[in-house]
Protein backbone atom coordinates (compact mmCIF):
# COMPACT_ATOMS: atom_id res chain seq x y z
CA UNK A 1 0.00 0.00 0.00
CA UNK A 2 1.21 3.74 -0.66
CA UNK A 3 0.37 6.00 1.75
CA UNK A 4 0.27 9.64 1.32
CA UNK A 5 3.18 11.56 2.04
CA UNK A 6 4.00 12.67 5.89
CA UNK A 7 2.24 16.04 6.99
CA UNK A 8 -0.71 15.87 4.13
CA UNK A 9 -4.27 14.72 4.84
CA UNK A 10 -6.92 13.33 2.62
CA UNK A 11 -10.23 15.21 3.03
CA UNK A 12 -13.04 12.82 3.54
CA UNK A 13 -16.95 13.05 2.53
CA UNK A 14 -17.27 13.13 6.23
CA UNK A 15 -15.47 16.50 6.76
CA UNK A 16 -15.42 18.02 3.26
CA UNK A 17 -18.53 19.71 4.20
CA UNK A 18 -17.14 21.44 7.11
CA UNK A 19 -14.63 22.91 4.73
CA UNK A 20 -17.36 23.92 2.07
CA UNK A 21 -19.46 26.06 5.08
CA UNK A 22 -16.61 27.48 6.54
CA UNK A 23 -15.10 28.45 2.88
CA UNK A 24 -18.61 30.14 2.12
CA UNK A 25 -18.89 31.47 5.46
CA UNK A 26 -15.38 33.45 4.02
CA UNK A 27 -16.51 34.46 0.91
CA UNK A 28 -20.10 36.08 2.18
CA UNK A 29 -18.09 37.89 5.23
CA UNK A 30 -15.49 38.89 2.24
CA UNK A 31 -18.65 40.13 0.34
CA UNK A 32 -19.90 42.52 2.59
CA UNK A 33 -16.40 43.80 3.17
CA UNK A 34 -16.17 44.65 -0.65
CA UNK A 35 -12.98 42.03 -0.43
CA UNK A 36 -12.72 40.55 -4.06
CA UNK A 37 -11.08 36.76 -4.66
CA UNK A 38 -7.48 36.50 -6.02
CA UNK A 39 -6.29 33.03 -7.04
CA UNK A 40 -2.28 32.83 -7.39
CA UNK A 41 -0.09 29.82 -8.81
CA UNK A 42 0.89 27.37 -6.33
CA UNK A 43 4.37 27.53 -7.02
CA UNK A 44 6.42 30.66 -7.96
CA UNK A 45 10.22 31.60 -8.89
CA UNK A 46 11.88 31.44 -5.96
CA UNK A 47 12.78 34.85 -5.52
CA UNK A 48 9.71 36.03 -4.68
CA UNK A 49 9.76 33.93 -1.53
CA UNK A 50 13.30 34.88 -0.82
CA UNK A 51 12.35 38.61 -0.99
CA UNK A 52 8.63 38.36 -0.06
CA UNK A 53 9.01 36.29 2.46
CA UNK A 54 12.55 37.39 3.38
CA UNK A 55 15.72 35.87 3.87
CA UNK A 56 16.37 34.80 7.73
CA UNK A 57 12.79 33.49 8.81
CA UNK A 58 12.38 30.15 9.21
CA UNK A 59 10.09 29.48 6.51
CA UNK A 60 13.12 30.59 3.75
CA UNK A 61 15.74 29.56 6.02
CA UNK A 62 13.94 25.47 6.76
CA UNK A 63 10.49 25.24 4.98
CA UNK A 64 10.21 25.75 2.06
CA UNK A 65 9.62 22.97 -0.92
CA UNK A 66 12.33 24.37 -3.35
CA UNK A 67 13.10 22.13 -6.20
CA UNK A 68 14.54 22.84 -10.19
CA UNK A 69 12.15 22.27 -13.09
CA UNK A 70 13.22 20.39 -15.83
CA UNK A 71 14.32 23.96 -17.65
CA UNK A 72 16.87 24.67 -14.47
CA UNK A 73 14.36 27.06 -12.82
CA UNK A 74 14.25 27.08 -9.04
CA UNK A 75 10.57 26.67 -8.43
CA UNK A 76 9.17 26.76 -4.78
CA UNK A 77 5.61 25.64 -3.65
CA UNK A 78 4.21 28.59 -2.08
CA UNK A 79 4.86 28.80 1.89
CA UNK A 80 2.12 31.22 2.43
CA UNK A 81 -0.05 33.26 0.25
CA UNK A 82 1.06 37.08 0.67
CA UNK A 83 3.84 37.27 -1.24
CA UNK A 84 2.32 35.58 -4.27
CA UNK A 85 -0.31 38.05 -4.29
CA UNK A 86 2.27 41.09 -4.03
CA UNK A 87 3.75 39.71 -6.86
CA UNK A 88 0.60 40.09 -9.16
CA UNK A 89 -0.35 43.02 -7.56
CA UNK A 90 2.81 44.19 -9.19
CA UNK A 91 3.11 42.38 -12.31
CA UNK A 92 -0.99 43.20 -13.44
CA UNK A 93 -0.48 47.06 -12.91
CA UNK A 94 -2.72 46.67 -10.25
CA UNK A 95 -0.82 49.40 -8.57
CA UNK A 96 -2.91 51.68 -11.96
CA UNK A 97 -6.32 50.53 -10.56
CA UNK A 98 -9.04 52.31 -7.97
CA UNK A 99 -6.94 51.18 -4.79
CA UNK A 100 -6.85 50.06 -2.02
CA UNK A 101 -7.23 46.45 -4.07
CA UNK A 102 -9.17 44.35 -1.58
CA UNK A 103 -8.39 40.65 -2.24
CA UNK A 104 -8.98 37.20 -0.27
CA UNK A 105 -7.12 34.14 -0.97
CA UNK A 106 -8.16 30.52 -0.25
CA UNK A 107 -4.83 28.52 -0.86
CA UNK A 108 -3.06 25.79 0.29
CA UNK A 109 0.62 26.07 1.36
CA UNK A 110 3.84 24.03 2.21
CA UNK A 111 6.31 23.88 4.53
CA UNK A 112 8.40 21.49 5.17
CA UNK A 113 8.11 21.42 9.13
CA UNK A 114 7.48 18.44 11.48
CA UNK A 115 4.35 17.29 11.62
CA UNK A 116 2.07 17.55 14.59
CA UNK A 117 -1.71 19.01 16.01
CA UNK A 118 -2.45 21.95 13.96
CA UNK A 119 1.18 21.77 12.06
CA UNK A 120 1.18 19.83 8.30
CA UNK A 121 3.19 20.11 5.48
CA UNK A 122 0.35 20.87 3.26
CA UNK A 123 -2.02 23.01 4.79
CA UNK A 124 -4.39 25.39 4.03
CA UNK A 125 -4.83 29.49 4.64
CA UNK A 126 -7.69 31.91 4.16
CA UNK A 127 -6.19 35.03 3.69
CA UNK A 128 -6.66 38.91 2.38
CA UNK A 129 -4.69 41.38 1.38
CA UNK A 130 -5.61 45.38 1.44
CA UNK A 131 -2.05 47.22 -0.80
CA UNK A 132 -2.31 50.67 -1.68
CA UNK A 133 -4.09 52.47 1.77
CA UNK A 134 -1.62 53.69 4.58
CA UNK A 135 -4.34 55.08 6.74
CA UNK A 136 -4.77 52.95 10.08
CA UNK A 137 -8.54 52.66 9.73
CA UNK A 138 -7.66 49.77 6.85
CA UNK A 139 -5.57 47.82 9.38
CA UNK A 140 -8.50 47.97 12.35
CA UNK A 141 -11.27 46.82 9.43
CA UNK A 142 -8.54 43.92 8.67
CA UNK A 143 -8.46 43.15 12.53
CA UNK A 144 -12.24 43.49 12.34
CA UNK A 145 -13.05 41.47 9.30
CA UNK A 146 -11.12 38.84 10.73
CA UNK A 147 -13.13 38.83 13.96
CA UNK A 148 -16.19 39.20 12.30
CA UNK A 149 -15.53 35.90 10.23
CA UNK A 150 -14.89 34.11 13.56
CA UNK A 151 -18.15 35.53 15.10
CA UNK A 152 -20.38 34.43 12.17
CA UNK A 153 -18.93 31.04 12.83
CA UNK A 154 -19.58 30.60 16.21
CA UNK A 155 -15.54 30.42 16.97
CA UNK A 156 -15.41 30.95 21.46
CA UNK A 157 -12.01 32.05 23.28
CA UNK A 158 -9.78 33.70 20.77
CA UNK A 159 -7.64 36.47 22.23
CA UNK A 160 -6.92 39.02 20.12
CA UNK A 161 -2.94 40.28 20.68
CA UNK A 162 -2.11 43.44 18.74
CA UNK A 163 1.22 45.50 18.78
CA UNK A 164 3.20 47.95 17.11
CA UNK A 165 6.35 47.14 15.32
CA UNK A 166 7.32 50.54 14.21
CA UNK A 167 8.98 51.73 10.92
CA UNK A 168 12.70 51.86 9.73
CA UNK A 169 12.76 55.21 11.97
CA UNK A 170 12.15 54.34 15.13
CA UNK A 171 12.96 50.26 14.99
CA UNK A 172 16.44 50.88 14.48
CA UNK A 173 16.78 52.40 17.65
CA UNK A 174 14.89 49.84 19.66
CA UNK A 175 17.12 46.92 17.97
CA UNK A 176 19.84 48.35 19.55
CA UNK A 177 18.27 48.78 22.84
CA UNK A 178 16.77 45.07 22.76
CA UNK A 179 20.60 43.63 21.80
CA UNK A 180 22.06 45.63 24.40
CA UNK A 181 19.43 43.99 26.87
CA UNK A 182 20.38 40.72 25.71
CA UNK A 183 23.91 40.99 25.54
CA UNK A 184 24.57 39.54 28.83
CA UNK A 185 22.29 36.94 28.54
CA UNK A 186 23.55 35.66 24.85
CA UNK A 187 24.74 32.13 26.34
CA UNK A 188 21.32 31.23 27.41
CA UNK A 189 19.41 31.89 24.51
CA UNK A 190 18.40 28.83 22.45
CA UNK A 191 21.14 28.56 18.97
CA UNK A 192 18.48 29.98 17.04
CA UNK A 193 17.92 33.03 18.94
CA UNK A 194 21.90 33.50 18.96
CA UNK A 195 21.22 33.27 15.80
CA UNK A 196 18.93 35.86 15.05
CA UNK A 197 20.94 38.41 17.68
CA UNK A 198 22.90 39.97 14.92
CA UNK A 199 19.83 38.77 11.89
CA UNK A 200 16.72 39.39 13.37
CA UNK A 201 16.95 40.51 17.09
CA UNK A 202 12.65 41.05 17.17
CA UNK A 203 12.09 37.38 16.31
CA UNK A 204 13.81 36.78 19.78
CA UNK A 205 10.61 38.13 21.36
CA UNK A 206 8.28 35.42 19.61
CA UNK A 207 10.71 32.37 20.71
CA UNK A 208 8.56 30.00 22.21
CA UNK A 209 11.46 27.89 24.06
CA UNK A 210 11.50 28.22 27.84
CA UNK A 211 14.53 29.81 28.89
CA UNK A 212 14.38 32.71 25.82
CA UNK A 213 10.54 33.56 27.29
CA UNK A 214 11.86 34.43 30.83
CA UNK A 215 15.13 35.98 29.40
CA UNK A 216 12.59 38.40 27.55
CA UNK A 217 9.96 38.64 29.94
CA UNK A 218 11.97 42.18 30.78
CA UNK A 219 13.19 43.27 28.00
CA UNK A 220 12.50 46.69 26.51
CA UNK A 221 9.32 47.24 24.69
CA UNK A 222 8.85 48.41 21.13
CA UNK A 223 6.31 50.79 22.09
CA UNK A 224 8.41 52.89 24.31
CA UNK A 225 10.37 54.09 21.11
CA UNK A 226 7.72 54.50 18.82
CA UNK A 227 8.49 57.63 16.76
CA UNK A 228 5.33 59.97 16.55
CA UNK A 229 3.80 59.39 13.25
CA UNK A 230 4.41 55.29 14.74
CA UNK A 231 2.44 56.12 17.57
CA UNK A 232 -0.35 58.56 16.42
CA UNK A 233 -1.45 55.20 13.82
CA UNK A 234 -1.08 52.89 16.63
CA UNK A 235 -3.57 54.97 18.74
CA UNK A 236 -5.86 55.34 15.62
CA UNK A 237 -5.93 51.46 15.13
CA UNK A 238 -6.59 51.39 18.37
CA UNK A 239 -9.46 54.06 18.15
CA UNK A 240 -11.19 52.55 15.56
CA UNK A 241 -11.19 49.23 17.01
CA UNK A 242 -13.01 50.66 20.16
CA UNK A 243 -16.01 52.03 17.48
CA UNK A 244 -16.65 48.62 16.78
CA UNK A 245 -16.25 46.81 19.96
CA UNK A 246 -13.42 44.74 19.08
CA UNK A 247 -11.68 43.38 22.29
CA UNK A 248 -8.14 42.98 22.15
CA UNK A 249 -5.15 43.14 24.53
CA UNK A 250 -1.86 44.78 23.76
CA UNK A 251 1.52 42.43 23.82
CA UNK A 252 4.72 43.82 22.64
CA UNK A 253 6.18 40.19 22.36
CA UNK A 254 4.04 39.70 19.45
CA UNK A 255 6.49 40.72 16.29
CA UNK A 256 6.94 40.04 12.57
CA UNK A 257 10.26 40.71 12.26
CA UNK A 258 11.11 41.60 8.77
CA UNK A 259 12.29 44.83 7.24
CA UNK A 260 9.31 45.44 5.44
CA UNK A 261 6.60 44.68 8.22
CA UNK A 262 5.83 48.03 10.05
CA UNK A 263 3.74 49.19 12.48
CA UNK A 264 0.73 47.22 13.37
CA UNK A 265 0.99 43.76 13.86
CA UNK A 266 -1.80 41.32 15.09
CA UNK A 267 -2.80 37.71 16.41
CA UNK A 268 -5.46 35.72 17.16
CA UNK A 269 -4.76 32.96 19.90
CA UNK A 270 -6.80 30.14 20.92
CA UNK A 271 -5.94 29.06 24.17
CA UNK A 272 -8.01 25.39 23.38
CA UNK A 273 -5.88 23.54 20.44
CA UNK A 274 -2.63 22.93 22.27
CA UNK A 275 0.41 24.41 21.53
CA UNK A 276 -0.11 25.59 18.29
CA UNK A 277 -2.45 28.41 19.35
CA UNK A 278 -2.28 30.87 16.73
CA UNK A 279 -5.06 30.82 14.44
CA UNK A 280 -4.32 33.94 13.05
CA UNK A 281 -1.66 36.31 12.19
CA UNK A 282 -1.05 39.42 10.38
CA UNK A 283 -0.03 43.14 9.86
CA UNK A 284 1.32 46.02 8.00
CA UNK A 285 3.93 45.45 5.93
CA UNK A 286 4.75 49.01 4.05
CA UNK A 287 8.05 47.49 2.59
CA UNK A 288 6.85 44.46 0.73
CA UNK A 289 5.61 46.03 -2.51
CA UNK A 290 8.90 48.29 -3.24
CA UNK A 291 10.75 45.13 -2.06
CA UNK A 292 9.21 42.87 -4.90
CA UNK A 293 9.98 45.41 -7.52
CA UNK A 294 6.56 47.75 -7.04
CA UNK A 295 6.17 51.36 -6.65
CA UNK A 296 6.43 52.63 -3.05
CA UNK A 297 2.22 50.89 -1.94
CA UNK A 298 1.50 50.01 0.83
CA UNK A 299 0.14 47.03 2.21
CA UNK A 300 -1.72 45.13 5.51
CA UNK A 301 -3.31 41.43 5.47
CA UNK A 302 -3.41 39.03 7.47
CA UNK A 303 -3.59 34.69 7.07
CA UNK A 304 -5.44 32.39 9.18
CA UNK A 305 -4.76 28.57 8.69
CA UNK A 306 -8.20 26.83 7.80
CA UNK A 307 -6.67 23.68 9.84
CA UNK A 308 -6.34 25.10 13.22
CA UNK A 309 -9.71 27.22 12.53
CA UNK A 310 -11.58 23.87 12.59
CA UNK A 311 -9.81 22.48 15.69
CA UNK A 312 -11.47 25.60 17.19
CA UNK A 313 -14.49 25.48 16.15
CA UNK A 314 -14.36 21.86 17.40
CA UNK A 315 -12.88 23.25 20.58
CA UNK A 316 -15.73 25.98 20.93
CA UNK A 317 -18.50 22.97 20.50
CA UNK A 318 -20.17 24.80 17.16
CA UNK A 319 -21.92 21.98 15.28
CA UNK A 320 -21.68 22.45 11.40
CA UNK A 321 -24.44 22.33 9.29
CA UNK A 322 -24.17 19.67 6.61
CA UNK A 323 -25.35 21.03 4.00
CA UNK A 324 -24.49 18.30 1.22
CA UNK A 325 -27.38 16.25 2.96
CA UNK A 326 -29.40 14.02 0.03
CA UNK A 327 -32.86 14.92 0.82
CA UNK A 328 -35.23 12.40 -0.98
CA UNK A 329 -34.56 8.36 -1.21
CA UNK A 330 -36.64 6.68 -3.68
CA UNK A 331 -37.01 2.97 -2.63
CA UNK A 332 -38.21 1.19 -5.59
CA UNK A 333 -39.35 -2.62 -5.04
CA UNK A 334 -38.56 -4.40 -8.22
CA UNK A 335 -36.72 -3.58 -11.87
CA UNK A 336 -40.04 -1.31 -13.13
CA UNK A 337 -40.50 0.09 -10.45
CA UNK A 338 -36.77 1.36 -10.58
CA UNK A 339 -36.78 2.57 -14.05
CA UNK A 340 -39.17 4.94 -12.68
CA UNK A 341 -37.50 6.16 -10.15
CA UNK A 342 -34.49 6.64 -11.85
CA UNK A 343 -36.77 8.75 -14.67
CA UNK A 344 -38.21 10.46 -11.42
CA UNK A 345 -35.05 10.70 -9.20
CA UNK A 346 -33.39 12.94 -12.48
CA UNK A 347 -36.59 14.69 -12.76
CA UNK A 348 -36.21 16.51 -9.37
CA UNK A 349 -32.29 16.71 -9.52
CA UNK A 350 -32.71 18.92 -12.79
CA UNK A 351 -35.24 21.19 -10.58
CA UNK A 352 -32.10 21.14 -7.70
CA UNK A 353 -33.92 18.86 -5.31
CA UNK A 354 -30.82 16.13 -4.08
CA UNK A 355 -31.86 12.65 -4.51
CA UNK A 356 -30.72 9.49 -4.39
CA UNK A 357 -32.01 5.69 -5.24
CA UNK A 358 -31.18 2.20 -4.37
CA UNK A 359 -28.01 1.12 -6.76
CA UNK A 360 -27.31 -1.94 -4.60
CA UNK A 361 -30.51 -3.81 -5.27
CA UNK A 362 -31.44 -4.14 -1.82
CA UNK A 363 -34.16 -5.42 -0.39
CA UNK A 364 -36.79 -2.72 1.08
CA UNK A 365 -36.04 -3.21 4.77
CA UNK A 366 -32.27 -2.43 3.98
CA UNK A 367 -33.17 0.18 1.65
CA UNK A 368 -35.01 2.10 4.69
CA UNK A 369 -31.51 1.29 6.87
CA UNK A 370 -29.47 2.98 4.29
CA UNK A 371 -31.77 5.98 3.80
CA UNK A 372 -31.38 6.53 7.63
CA UNK A 373 -27.90 6.59 6.89
CA UNK A 374 -28.30 9.21 4.65
CA UNK A 375 -30.26 11.04 6.84
CA UNK A 376 -32.31 11.40 4.40
CA UNK A 377 -35.86 13.75 5.48
CA UNK A 378 -38.01 11.69 2.57
CA UNK A 379 -38.46 7.94 1.35
CA UNK A 380 -40.45 7.64 -1.37
CA UNK A 381 -41.31 3.69 -1.80
CA UNK A 382 -42.72 2.68 -5.52
CA UNK A 383 -44.05 -0.97 -5.17
CA UNK A 384 -46.21 -2.14 -7.87
CA UNK A 385 -49.47 -0.74 -6.49
CA UNK A 386 -47.50 2.58 -6.94
CA UNK A 387 -46.32 2.14 -9.96
CA UNK A 388 -49.58 1.26 -11.50
CA UNK A 389 -51.55 4.43 -9.55
CA UNK A 390 -48.73 6.42 -10.67
CA UNK A 391 -48.05 7.13 -7.46
CA UNK A 392 -44.96 6.89 -4.72
CA UNK A 393 -45.65 6.17 -1.26
CA UNK A 394 -43.75 9.58 0.58
CA UNK A 395 -42.97 8.76 4.02
CA UNK A 396 -41.27 11.73 5.69
CA UNK A 397 -38.78 10.31 7.89
CA UNK A 398 -38.76 13.13 10.24
CA UNK A 399 -42.10 12.95 11.51
CA UNK A 400 -43.21 9.26 9.94
CA UNK A 401 -45.69 10.87 8.20
CA UNK A 402 -46.85 9.08 5.16
CA UNK A 403 -48.86 9.80 2.53
CA UNK A 404 -49.46 8.55 -1.49
CA UNK A 405 -47.83 11.04 -3.79
CA UNK A 406 -48.76 11.89 -7.50
CA UNK A 407 -45.34 11.92 -9.42
CA UNK A 408 -46.55 15.39 -10.52
CA UNK A 409 -46.77 16.62 -7.27
CA UNK A 410 -43.63 15.00 -5.91
CA UNK A 411 -41.79 18.35 -6.36
CA UNK A 412 -44.13 20.28 -4.73
CA UNK A 413 -43.96 17.81 -1.46
CA UNK A 414 -40.43 17.85 -1.02
CA UNK A 415 -39.14 21.13 -2.40
CA UNK A 416 -38.66 22.60 1.45
P1 LIG B 1 3.62 29.17 13.80
O1 LIG B 1 4.04 30.02 14.93
O2 LIG B 1 2.51 28.26 14.15
O3 LIG B 1 4.76 28.46 13.12
P2 LIG B 1 3.78 31.05 11.65
O4 LIG B 1 4.24 32.32 12.25
O5 LIG B 1 4.72 30.20 10.92
O6 LIG B 1 3.00 30.18 12.73
P3 LIG B 1 2.24 32.39 9.63
O7 LIG B 1 3.30 32.30 8.62
O8 LIG B 1 1.89 33.69 10.23
O9 LIG B 1 2.49 31.32 10.77
O10 LIG B 1 0.90 31.72 9.00
C1 LIG B 1 -0.40 32.14 9.34
C2 LIG B 1 -1.22 31.01 9.90
O11 LIG B 1 -1.12 29.84 9.11
C3 LIG B 1 -0.80 30.54 11.28
O12 LIG B 1 -1.31 31.37 12.27
C4 LIG B 1 -1.41 29.17 11.33
O13 LIG B 1 -2.79 29.22 11.64
C5 LIG B 1 -1.26 28.68 9.93
N1 LIG B 1 -0.08 27.80 9.77
C6 LIG B 1 1.22 28.17 9.64
N2 LIG B 1 2.01 27.09 9.48
C7 LIG B 1 1.19 26.00 9.51
C8 LIG B 1 1.38 24.59 9.36
N3 LIG B 1 2.58 24.06 9.14
N4 LIG B 1 0.30 23.78 9.45
C9 LIG B 1 -0.93 24.29 9.66
N5 LIG B 1 -1.19 25.60 9.78
C10 LIG B 1 -0.15 26.46 9.70
MG1 LIG C 1 5.91 28.56 11.43
Request: charged fraction near 30%; aromatic fraction near 10%; glycine fraction near 10%.
Amino acid sequence: MINAPKGTKDLLPIDSYKWQYVEKTARETAKAFGISEIRTPTFEHTEVFLRGVGEGTDIVNKEMYTFNDKGGRSITLKPEGTAGVARAFIENGMANTALPAKLFYITQCFRYERPQAGRLREFHQFGIEFLGSKEADIDAEAILFAKTFFDKLGVKGLTLYINSIGCKNCRGKYEEALKDYLKSQYDNLCPLCRERFEKNPLRILDCKNEDCKIITANAPRILDYLCDECQTHFDKVQTYLNLSGVEFKINANIVRGLDYYTKTVFEFVSENIGAQGTVCGGGRYDGLIKELGGADEKGVGFAMGIERLLLVLEASGVEIPNENKISLYFAPMGEKEKEKAFSLAYELRLKGIACELDHMSRGIKAQFKYADKLGVKYVAVIGSTELEKGVVKLKNMQNGNEEEVAYANLYQAVKD
